[in-house]
């Protein structure tokens, strides 16, 4: 085992071992270390779907994200920091990162996108608003979380080369904006994000830019936007070693198991996505003989838990496949609260087998293993 650190105001990161590219690692913030890799889980609205904070810290979660353009609409940042920040606000005291809400707005029908920023109807009245990089830095200086993520131009999928080379100049410009308007670089850690979409060469202009910036993170974006996932390892291979080795790595919006796995193998070391609890409440739910829906008749008797293999409440208190199709049958809110708690500490397992396999000097065979049972190629072990 080896170390390599880097330090940035209260942000300190260790780079512990390697086992190819696959990295484990430490992430000291002011409100805890983050060990990695880790998946952060979404609370879009200051909550994590069907989940309370006690439960969502029991699945063994280290870090929730919150949404920088939905908390703007409602309650209001205002507000917001005027209850102690946002980690008082929503009862969570561990790790908090806001997105900038870039990808909220350039996801938006009716939008309209120039250099200052972008302008769009709010979604709960109807009156113009705008989001530039300075009025980000502003809602998540106050929210507090920390760490914070600059505002891009989150290029679609397809998108041409010009499309793309126009996202990176925007993007670029808007981080040098965002730096010049964060008001809390002490306890609040700013990741730039790269983007030029699957453009090897403005992945590499838009990194180099953004590498001689010294932030204590950075992130990739522009992915998971519909290229599906064999693109999507190709992308993230060649880009993150672009990032520095002494920096945590951050893929945007990236949540299939498969895709976890993988990328962790390029050398990633965080990862945030909605599916753990939006699959919940539709009733699809990860094993480690892959996913399954509840909902499905054959479940109809099923005594077996969702995975036998599982230690969460759900799990462990031996809740029948049977009662959650009920549940969910029934209409019943109990049904998406205790599949949430099941996929969201199936992943955060999938993540701490995932860093101890690296520790161990063994992530390529342990991959292998873990994706040949989830496909249902190989015998469960023992």
């Not at 085992?1 to 105001?9: E, K, P």
């Not at 512990?16 to 880790?38: N, V």
């Not at 989001?131 to 131009?153: C, K, Y």
């Amino acid at each position: 085992m080896w170390l390599l650190s880097a330090a940035v105001s209260s942000f300190s990161y260790t780079l512990q071992a390697q086992s190819g590219a696959a990295r484990a690692g430490t992430f000291e913030t002011p409100h805890g270390t983050i060990e990695t890799p880790a998946f952060m889980v979404v609370g879009t609205q200051g909550a994590v779907r069907a989940m309370t904070t006690d439960q969502v810290r029991a699945t063994g979660t280290q870090v929730v994200l919150g949404n920088t353009y939905h908390l703007a609409l409602r309650p209001g940042e205002g507000l917001v920091q005027k209850l102690g920040g946002l980690h008082d606000f929503m009862g969570w005291q561990g790790p908090i990162l806001t997105d900038s809400g870039g990808f909220q707005v350039f996801s938006l029908e009716s939008k309209e996108i120039t250099d200052r920023g972008v302008t769009f109807k709010n979604e709960i009245n109807g009156s113009s608003m705008e989001l530039t990089p300075e009025r980000s830095m502003e809602i998540q200086n106050a929210l507090g979380a920390d760490i914070i993520m600059a505002f891009d131009e989150c290029t679609p999928f397809p998108a041409t080369e010009k499309m793309a080379a126009s996202g990176v100049r925007r993007t670029l410009s808007w981080m040098d904006r965002c730096m010049e308007a964060h008001a809390r670089p002490d306890d609040q850690a700013l990741f730039p994000i790269m983007q030029g979409s699957t453009f090897r060469h403005l992945r590499q202009s838009c990194a180099e830019s953004l590498v001689a910036l010294d932030a204590p993170g950075y992130a990739i974006g522009g992915v998971s936007v519909g290229e599906g996932h064999d693109l999507l390892c190709e992308i993230t291979e060649y880009a993150a070693p672009m990032l520095p080795e002494g920096k945590p790595r951050y893929l945007m919006g990236v949540g299939l198991p498969e895709d976890l796995v993988a990328c962790v193998g390029y050398g990633i070391d965080l990862f945030d996505c909605v599916i753990p609890t939006r699959y919940a409440r539709s009733a699809t739910v990860f094993t480690r003989r892959g996913r399954i829906r509840l909902t499905n008749k054959r479940y109809r008797r099923d005594t077996y838990p969702i995975d036998p293999t599982c230690e969460c409440a759900a799990c462990a208190q031996k809740f029948s496949r049977a009662y959650l199709h009920h549940l969910f049958q029934a209409n019943e809110i109990t049904s998406a609260v205790l599949c949430a708690i099941h996929n969201v500490r199936f992943y955060q397992a999938l993540m701490a087998e995932a860093r101890a396999a690296v520790l161990a000097g063994r992530y390529a065979d342990w991959a292998e293993g873990f994706m040949a049972e989830y496909r249902g190629e190989a015998p469960a072990e023992k």
